[in-house]
T-cell receptor
Framework: DTAVSQTPKYLVTQMGNDKSIKCEQN?????MYWYKQDSKKFLKIMFS???????INETVPNRFSPKSPDKAHLNLHINSLELGDSAVYFC????????????????FGEGSRLTVL | AQSVTQLGSHVSVSEGALVLLRCNYS??????LFWYVQYPNQGLQLLLK??????LVKGINGFEAEFKKSETSFHLTKPSAHMSDAAEYFC???????????FGTGTSLTVIP
């Protein structure tokens, strides 16, 4: 039983298209994240949700819109895709409430590799 | 504020040799420190973590790390490298509000037969 699952694992699309990546966790965690990993393996946090509420929103183009229908799901929708959006996107979850010290580790999904042509 | 510096983006060791991956952190509050491993085409997996207590922490696959507050370091070691250890390793620190983790830029470990 996969703890944090993302779909799709691979996504190839043309510039200008809109695409979504879905994430679900079955760990009962209340905080979920989206990270972007570029070609140099650098990990950058994009968003964090705690109990469906946005708590971290880093400097990310507003073409990226996260949606959390419930605390077990955090989806990422990307409008008007650009070449620079090509990356691996990781979903993660942790146990911990927003605004308090989080001592728990992050649990990652396997990633969704997005290629924009 | 917190930050992490990993010295050496690429490290090569011979099979059976000591693995040493360096991590230094900066934190204005007591840090919680983590090492993650990423195998090719996979997500990140926790190797070990330091929160409180014993400063020498043992993790999976024979890895360990020691928290040295005076040196603000959390270096990862393994006495004898295996071919299967070839992967990307990330050091991370947390301690801020809002569940913020700060990752280092990663170290790619190559194991030479």
């Amino acid at each position: 039983d996969t703890a944090v699952s993302q779909t799709p694992k691979y996504l190839v699309t043309q510039m200008g298209n809109d695409k979504s990546i879905k994430c679900e966790q079955n760990l009962g965690h209340d905080t979920m994240y989206w990270y972007k990993q570029d070609s140099k393996k650098f990990l950058k946090i994009m968003f964090s949700y705690n109990n469906k509420e946005l708590i971290i929103n880093e400097t990310v183009p507003n073409r990226f819109s996260p949606k959390s229908p419930d605390k077990a799901h955090l989806n990422l929708h990307i409008n008007s895709l650009e070449l620079g959006d090509s990356a691996v996107y990781f979903c993660a979850s942790s146990q911990g409430s927003g605004g308090t010290l989080n001592t728990g580790e992050l649990f990652f999904g396997e990633g969704s590799r997005l290629t924009v042509l | 504020a917190q930050s992490v510096t990993q010295l050496g983006s690429h490290v090569s060791v011979s099979e059976g040799a000591l693995v040493l991956l360096r991590c230094n952190y900066s934190s204005s509050v007591p840090p919680y420190l983590f090492w993650y491993v990423q195998y090719p085409n996979q997500g990140l997996q926790l190797l070990l973590k330091y929160t409180t207590g014993a400063t020498l922490v043992k993790g999976i696959n024979g890895f360990e790390a020691e928290f040295k507050k005076s040196e603000t370091s959390f270096h990862l070691t393994k006495p004898s490298a295996h071919m299967s250890d070839a992967a990307e390793y990330f050091c991370a620190v947390s301690g801020g509000t809002g569940n913020q983790f700060y990752f280092g830029t990663g170290t790619s470990l190559t194991v030479i037969p």
